[in-house]
């Protein structure tokens, strides 16, 4: 049986040494998002044969795997997997990026996987560069958005620093209490997901934003690279009283990360009608499709 284990903020190197070489865009492999989401995803993660593998829970039922990267055996380790399904008791599901999930699986285990795709959980992917200097047609309202609010506020947008996490925190309860939070269950636990992430700020190695309107800091964004070329958005938030305080937001982050990342990854829309207009709304370049390989019942 392979042995998972809890992840801890001291396994983040050993985590994203692996991730980072994989070369994948998805922000599922991003060690911020395991170790803020674990208290949800109960997310475990194991080293076999140089591949490294995680395990999460989704709708606190249903065991899926990770895609194994690294440079050991891929092939092995998903034969291992099976073992480990078997005897646990569940379907194996090895959640990954489509069309090469589909791809390897029908070129390694021809007629033994069926594939599930999840439009919800599509990462949407964006030019870095587009979303800095919103040029052209395409993003015309946009910049109107930006240009409003520069002529609006008297505003500055800075690193996000430790030493300003407390307003940070100040700014996400106002906006909890105005959102309602404690009566929708997946603000609840974005709320908690932030709060692990700002209060590891260091040790997560983010990288984040902060907007002042009247040295009042009325909204804040942080992230991490999932690889070389690719930056995830994890979160942003800000005072929605503020009209365009979300799009200036959003510009300002693309502007002042390191010109290295090409794309920003600003994950999915989870099914939401709103969520989903606006994000499309930015012009993604890449629509990252993923979902699951589900090893067929008389493979197993």
Partial sequence: MIDFKPIRIEDKELVTTYFLACGNRDCNLSFVNLYTWQFLTNSHYAVVDDCLVVRFTLDEESVVYTMPVGTGNVKDVIELLKLQAKAEGHVLRVHGVFPELEEWFNREFPGCFDYRLDRDYFDYIYSRQELAELKGKNFQPKRNHVNKFKRTYNYKYTPLTVDLIPHCLELEEKWCEEHDCEDEESLINERKALNTALRNFDALGL???????????????????????????????????????????????????????????????????????AKLSYHPVILLEKGYAELIENWK
Avoid at 247 to 266: D, W
């Fill in 207 to 277: 990288v984040g934003g902060a907007l002042w309107v009247d040295d009042e800091i009325v909204g804040f964004t942080y992230g991490a690279p999932v690889n070389h070329d690719t930056f995830a958005v994890h979160i942003e938030k800000a005072d929605s009283r503020i009209d365009g305080s979300y799009s200036i937001l959003n510009q300002e982050f693309a502007r002042h990360i390191p010109e290295q990342y090409v794309y920003l990854n600003r994950e999915e829309d989870l099914g939401i009608p709103g969520l989903r207009k």
